[in-house]
């Protein structure tokens, strides 16, 4: 059996982002529990706003079609998505409209989302710890058919939260980690071929 395939996404860009701290924690934990894991960055595939227009005239952006591509070539997927305004930033719901726009060849639109499990969390400073994100990325992946795990993770104060290797430190927000990761072991290994 070939290694279980995770890609790890967080959906922010910022220096010093607590969700990209959360999702190195989560890449190390997955790597831990045996699985092969990418960790990549949104900067690398940079998207203007989803515009019918500029779709209609240029196409989909080859960064688009380029990060379908490597999601396509993992068997499940992490979001670690920060909350704005009780919502997914637009980085994020952004990024997934144009992949949902994606035409690759004979696949179906959408198949990439469809054929995959999703795992979503969120960091915030916040006592919620970007639940409502949560609540909104859920539906939004749900929109686009995919299969996203039961357990999630809202890491409140997340500031407070890791230790100078930026893993977490409290011993109910690595519990929460290690439940998102074994589930999403779990569920991802009916996509090994
Ligand atoms: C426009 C905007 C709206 C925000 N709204 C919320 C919010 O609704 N809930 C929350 O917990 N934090 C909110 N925040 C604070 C972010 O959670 C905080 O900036 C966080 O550090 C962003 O994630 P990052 O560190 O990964 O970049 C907001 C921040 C911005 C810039």
């Known amino acids: 059996m070939s290694a279980l395939k995770i890609l790890v996404i967080p959906g922010s860009l910022r220096t010093g982002s607590l969700n990209a701290r959360l999702a190195a924690a989560a890449a190390h934990q997955f790597a831990q529990a045996g699985a092969e894991v990418s960790r990549l960055s949104l ?6 706003i989803y515009d019918g227009d500029l ?11 380029n990060l379908k591509r490597m999601i396509g070539a993992h068997h499940g997927v992490l979001i670690v998505t920060p909350e704005y305004n009780s919502s997914v930033p637009p980085l994020v719901k952004n990024t997934i409209d144009w992949v949902s726009r994606v035409q690759d060849g004979q696949e179906v639109r959408g198949e990439v989302f469809r054929e995959r499990a999703f795992a979503i969390a969120a960091a915030s400073e916040s006592r919620l710890g970007g639940t409502r994100s949560l609540a909104a990325l859920r539906l939004i992946l749900a929109a686009c058919q995919a299969t996203v795990i039961p357990h999630q993770l809202a890491l409140s104060f997340a500031g407070e939260a890791y ?16 439940a998102l990761v074994r589930q ?5 290994q009916h996509e090994v071929r």
Do not use: T, Y
């Not at 999403?184 to 991802?188: A, F, G, Q, R, T």
């Open 163 to 178: 230790d100078d290797m930026d893993r977490l430190k409290h011993p109910a927000d690595i519990e929460a980690l290690n």
């Open 43 to 48: 900067a690398d595939f940079p998207l203007p």
């Open 55 to 65: 779709q209609s005239k240029s196409g989909v952006p080859k960064h688009a079609v």
């Open 184 to 188: 999403m072991i779990d569920i991802s």
